[in-house]
């Protein structure tokens, strides 16, 4: 089993409509839950942080948390073709340390 | 300097040559991550820096890679005998401390190459 796992993808949006990514993740110590955007050829670029459980906002972007169960969301609203690109889970804390680790990536389409 | 940055942005090198990436952090950054991400996955830790140490290395895949900070800014990533698997792009991210909240900024990462 991964460490942090999502799915690939891709996940094909209509342009406006909601984007739901999916991570679950196998410590339980984890802390701190990061949701980066790598666009194809570049490098990832931070587009939130979470540390407790519940919903965070901004702008455009909803990430939740769930511990319980082990799981972190992002949701993309009002979702643009510039919204294409791979959305990165990473976790860090617990027995990982300060070292993220990140899942595998889910690829995002948004069609206009 | 405003971001981080990673020297050389591409090297092609050949089977059993020596290359070191190298890496500048953000100004005042005192930790400083390498990672490696292969095509179509995401990036996995090698190496981290708290100052002029190394803190964690058990990323690292074998004793040909090694990374040094001398002075706790500038890194460099080296790696001996390379081989056709070592191809991949190098990531190098900083952040401002090590507690685990601290976010980590990327570089544009250099591809490397090996034939």
């Known amino acids: 089993q991964k460490e942090?796992?999502?799915?690939?993808?891709?996940?094909?949006?209509?342009?406006?409509?909601?984007?739901?990514?999916?991570?679950?993740?196998s410590d339980r110590g984890s802390q701190s839950f990061f949701?980066?955007?790598?666009?194809?050829?570049?490098?990832?670029?931070?587009?939130?942080?979470?540390y407790s459980n519940g919903d965070k906002e901004d702008g455009r972007f909803t990430a939740q948390l769930n511990k319980a169960s082990q799981y972190v969301?992002?949701?993309?609203?009002?979702?643009?073709?510039s919204d294409s690109a791979t959305y990165l889970c990473a976790v860090n804390g617990g027995a990982a340390g300060n070292k993220l680790t990140f899942g595998g990536g889910t690829r995002v389409l948004v069609k206009p | 300097g405003a971001g981080v940055?990673?020297?050389p942005s591409n090297k092609?090198?050949?089977k059993g040559k020596y290359?070191?990436?190298?890496?500048?952090?953000?100004?005042?950054?005192?930790?400083?991550?390498?990672?490696r991400q292969s095509l179509g996955q995401g990036p996995e830790f090698l190496i981290y820096f708290q100052g002029t140490g190394a803190a964690d290395d058990s990323g690292l895949p074998?004793?040909?890679f090694f990374a040094v900070r001398p002075e706790g800014s500038v890194s460099t990533l080296k790696i001996q005998r390379t081989e056709r698997g070592d191809s991949a792009v190098y990531?190098?991210?900083?952040?401002?401390?090590?507690?685990?909240g601290n976010i980590q900024y990327f570089g544009a990462g250099t591809r490397l190459s090996v034939l």
């Open chain 2, 91 to 100: 990531l190098c991210a900083s952040s401002p401390g090590t507690g685990g």
């Open chain 2, 5 to 7: 940055s990673q020297t």
């Open chain 2, 19 to 35: 290359v070191e990436l190298r890496c500048d952090p953000i100004s005042g950054h005192t930790a400083l991550y390498w990672y």
């Open chain 2, 12 to 14: 092609v090198t050949e």
């Open chain 2, 62 to 64: 074998n004793d040909r």
């Open chain 1, 73 to 81: 969301s992002l949701l993309i609203r009002d979702s643009q073709p």
């Open chain 1, 4 to 25: 942090v796992e999502q799915n690939s993808g891709p996940l094909s949006v209509p342009e406006g409509a909601i984007a739901s990514l999916n991570c679950t993740y």
């Open chain 1, 35 to 50: 949701w980066y955007r790598q666009y194809s050829g570049k490098s990832p670029e931070l587009i939130m942080s979470i």
